[in-house]
């Protein structure tokens, strides 16, 4: 073979296999995402005519440490985190703890074949989920991220976020519904309220996954259907965690000085103090330089 033939016959390999990679890493639709984000949550609200599930999941009984009864036992993420870390996540403590494993690994690792088998009850017949398969396999595949990289599990605070960014979007994305504040819609109750402000402080993995798949349910638009990386959900996360979340602490009644008592200047002293001691300290250097 002569050498420019043979670098010919290089390049063809090399173009063929990049394309049979690309196939491989086929991509989902984003709405067949976000769909799958939001069946990952409250799924009874997005399936068609589907009825909200009564009595606690099949599963549910093998464990003992999460006390929730009925459809919240029913959620994907009430058994394996809105960190999709399951018992290695967020949920490794707590109320929500169960000890079930995440997805994070399985979306990482299986095909989409393999998820598919899952959600039908191939490895445990309880664990049949046909009706919402498609979607879910999508976003297990494609919609799953490490959160570690993007939360400080400690501080809950986001990892690298920009704030000035985020006001941006958060302003033109989200104030329309939510409010410049974010105060406008209330999830909670009038005296528990609980605004996009509380979610991004209490659970910024909550946060981040409601961003990018949407709300079931809700009008409110998905980050996978935008087209939104997932570090433009965490611009937004480091901006609403400046925004109210209703648990401020109530205003501290003022200590009023008891009658009878005269109130000291303590602040007008201190300040009278603090100015005294620095003009001795510019004399002091004055009269050392003239010295010199
Ligand atoms: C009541 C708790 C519960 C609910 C709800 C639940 N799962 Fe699971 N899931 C489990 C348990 C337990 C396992 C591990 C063993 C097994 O297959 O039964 C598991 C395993 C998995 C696995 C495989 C993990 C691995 O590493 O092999 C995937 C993927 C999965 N679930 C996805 C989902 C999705 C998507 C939903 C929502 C439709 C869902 N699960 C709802 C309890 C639950
Ligand atoms: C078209 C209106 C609309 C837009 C735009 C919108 N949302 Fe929402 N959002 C809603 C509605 C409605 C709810 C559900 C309220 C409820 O369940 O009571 C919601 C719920 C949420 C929740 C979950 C609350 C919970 O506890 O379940 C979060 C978090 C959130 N929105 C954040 C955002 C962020 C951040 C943006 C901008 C990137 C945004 N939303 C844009 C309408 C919107």
């Not at 290695?88 to 494993?101: L, M, Q, W």
């Not at 959600?119 to 879910?136: E, Y």
């Not at 494609?142 to 006001?167: M, R, V």
């Not at 996009?196 to 009008?219: C, R, Y």
């Amino acid at each position: 073979m002569n050498s420019k033939l043979r670098w010919f016959v290089v390049a063809m390999v090399a173009l063929l296999a990049l394309a049979g990679y690309s196939l491989a890493q086929a991509q989902a639709s984003p709405a067949s995402i976000a769909k799958g984000g939001k069946l990952y949550d409250k799924w009874w609200k997005v399936v068609p005519n589907a009825v909200e599930p009564k009595g606690d999941h099949p599963l549910w009984a093998s464990q003992t440490t999460n006390t929730r009864t009925g459809p919240d036992t029913w959620r994907c993420k009430e058994c394996h985190g809105w960190d999709y870390k399951g018992k290695d996540g967020a949920y490794g403590s707590g109320s929500h703890k169960t000890g079930f494993v995440g997805v994070y690994n399985a979306g990482a690792a299986k095909s989409k074949a393999e998820l598919v088998a899952i959600l039908k009850g191939s490895t445990n017949p309880k664990h049949d989920f046909s009706a919402l398969i498609d979607s879910l396999a999508d976003f297990l595949k494609e919609g799953l991220a490490d959160d570690s990289k993007y939360i400080n599990y400690q501080t809950k605070k986001p990892i690298g976020g920009n704030l000035e960014q985020g006001k941006q979007v958060f302003t033109s994305s989200c104030a329309p519904c939510h409010g410049a504040d974010g105060t406008q819609l209330n999830f909670g109750s009038e005296k528990e309220p609980e605004y996009v402000g509380t979610i991004a402080s209490d659970n910024p993995w909550e946060f981040l996954h409601k961003v990018m798949s949407g709300q079931p349910g809700a009008p409110m638009p998905s980050g996978f259907e935008s087209g939104w990386a997932r570090e433009k959900a965490v611009d937004v996360l480091t901006f609403a965690q400046t925004l109210p979340t209703g648990e401020e602490a109530p205003p501290t009644p003022a200590v009023l000085p008891k009658t009878g008592d005269t109130p000291l200047p303590y602040l007008p002293l201190a300040a009278a103090g603090g100015l005294a001691l620095l003009t001795g300290v510019a004399l002091l250097r004055w009269t050392r330089r003239i010295g010199s």
